[in-house]
């Protein structure tokens, strides 16, 4: 199976800086990894993706960052905004399991005025 | 933009009775999920459902849970008899090329 963990369940960061999430998961079959933001009483909101043929990708303010060979990811949210104020969860998965999503724990972000 | 939806909103219901909970997946989306998180604890993959049948669930998806899409719109998760452990936050998901999934925001299950 899969076991994805966030390095730190919270983090508080100062409105205009940058944040960075980080996470690691267990499984080296794991191929696809997807980042999502949950704000207080809904669903997991899709932020970016990655495959594990890329190391990188950006995104409309958010870059996220695939080391395979430590099995770490990371979402970097730049100009953090006080709408950025929620919970982060990553998320993995592989074909041959029909990409079933293992979340890890999420980081809980505050944005500081 | 399209997005999956879901209800109730919230249910309560008494230990052993049935509860069915609704999903409406996003309306080209072939694959579909559901997730289930308790409070303060990580999301929880429960089943995944395509072509008519389940192709993968989870250890916690034992009989008492049963999936079905009744019709070409709704997805829905029933289970039989409740118990007080089955108290969570429902999310339904669903995805078109089974990688990106979109999620709903969720039914509020409380069994009392």
């Known amino acids: 199976g899969e076991s994805v963990g966030l390095h730190l369940p919270t983090l508080s960061v100062q409105e205009g800086d940058n944040s960075i999430i980080n996470c690691a998961y267990s499984n080296s079959a794991s191929d696809y990894f997807i980042w999502y933001k949950q704000e207080s009483g809904k669903g997991p909101q899709f932020i970016i993706d990655i495959r594990s043929n890329m190391d990188k990708r950006q995104g409309q303010r958010v870059t996220v960052l695939l080391n395979k060979t430590v099995k770490h990811l990371s979402l970097q949210i730049a100009a953090t905004q006080p709408g950025d104020s929620a919970v982060y969860f990553c998320a993995a998965g592989y074909r041959s399991n029909d990409y079933k999503l293992s979340f890890g724990a999420g980081t809980t972000v505050t944005v500081r005025a | 933009e399209p997005e999956v939806t879901q209800t109730p909103s919230h249910q309560v219901t008494q230990m052993g009775q049935e509860v069915i909970l609704r999903c409406v997946p996003i309306s080209n989306h072939l694959y579909f999920y559901w997730y289930r998180q308790i409070l303060g604890q990580k999301v929880e993959f429960l089943v995944s459902f395509y072509n008519n049948e389940i192709s993968e669930k989870s250890e916690i998806f034992d009989d008492q849970f049963s999936v079905e899409r009744p019709d070409g719109s709704n997805f829905t998760l029933k289970i039989r008899s409740t118990k007080l452990e089955d108290s969570a936050m429902y999310f339904c998901?669903?995805?078109?090329?089974?990688?990106?999934?979109?999620f709903g925001p969720g039914t509020r299950l409380l069994v009392l």
């Open positions: 998901a669903s995805s078109a090329l089974q990688e990106t999934q979109y």
